[in-house]
């Protein structure tokens, strides 16, 4: 049973480019949440998708920051025209439930580095 | 808005000493969850507290809920070298999904 997935591991952009993350979630799993973690820091809750449906976005930059669920297909953030300020690593965690059960998977992340 | 304070950043320890870290809120605490994270690894959830007063143990990990729901502390009794990693703690959005607050969370380096 494959766990949560991330692409790409590392991710290098130049400042101006746009940056897509891959989630692909766990199996069985509609629930995908995305966090921010600066170095040294502890991770920023930034999204909570469904399945095509943005539910608490109260944590993405208005500016250059936006997410989807499609139907079919991994969830995507996409971070357009990068500044230094974004690089990162960025986390997906998926569950299977949208109530407060205990456990969220981690993705393994996405290391953004803008240069 | 909600912010969770975690104690110490840093924590050196030799192989066999105890370690504790701490977690506290201004605002009452909804539902603390547990975090391991090893260097360039991601989180792992170790557990989750929910009544006022729990008490939670894992082996040589003892966890414990504040009675009045503001604080948390995790406890590693006789560290080892596989325990060296950043613990989080993470207040759960009382708004009915799984959103997670996280304090900045503590390093651990143990020695041998």
């Known amino acids: 049973n494959a766990g949560v997935m991330q692409n790409p591991r590392h991710l290098v952009r130049r400042r101006g480019q746009e940056a897509r993350l891959r989630c692909s979630p766990m199996?069985?799993?509609?629930?995908v949440y995305w966090y921010r973690q600066l170095p040294e820091e502890g991770l920023k809750f930034m999204v909570y998708?469904?399945?095509?449906?943005?539910?608490?976005e109260s944590g993405m930059p208005k500016e250059r920051f936006s997410a989807e669920f499609p139907k079919e297909g991994p969830s995507i953030l996409r971070i357009q025209q990068v500044v230094r300020g974004d690089s990162a690593a960025y986390f997906c965690?998926?569950?299977?439930?949208?109530?407060?059960?205990?456990?969220?998977?981690f993705g393994p992340g996405t290391r953004l580095t803008v240069t | 808005g909600q912010q969770v304070m975690q104690i110490p950043q840093y924590q050196h320890v030799q192989e066999g000493e105890d370690f504790t870290t701490y977690c506290n809120s201004s605002?009452?605490?909804?539902?603390i969850q547990w975090y391991k994270q090893r260097p360039g690894g991601h989180p792992v959830f170790l557990i989750q507290?929910?009544?006022?007063?729990e008490v939670k143990k894992q082996k040589r990990l003892t966890f414990q809920f504040g009675e009045a729901k503001k604080n948390s502390s995790l406890h590693i009794t006789a560290t080892q070298t596989t325990d060296v990693g950043t613990y989080f703690c993470?207040?759960?959005?009382?708004?009915?999904?799984?959103?997670?607050?996280f304090g900045a969370g503590t390093r651990l380096a143990v020695h041998p």
């Open positions: 965690a998926s569950s299977q439930r949208g109530g407060q059960e205990p456990e969220q998977y």
């Open positions: 199996k069985g799993h509609s629930h």
């Open positions: 998708l469904q399945k095509e449906n943005i539910i608490d």
């Open positions: 605002t009452t605490l909804s539902n």
């Open positions: 507290l929910v009544k006022s007063g």
């Open positions: 993470a207040d759960q959005f009382s708004g009915g999904y799984n959103k997670l607050i």
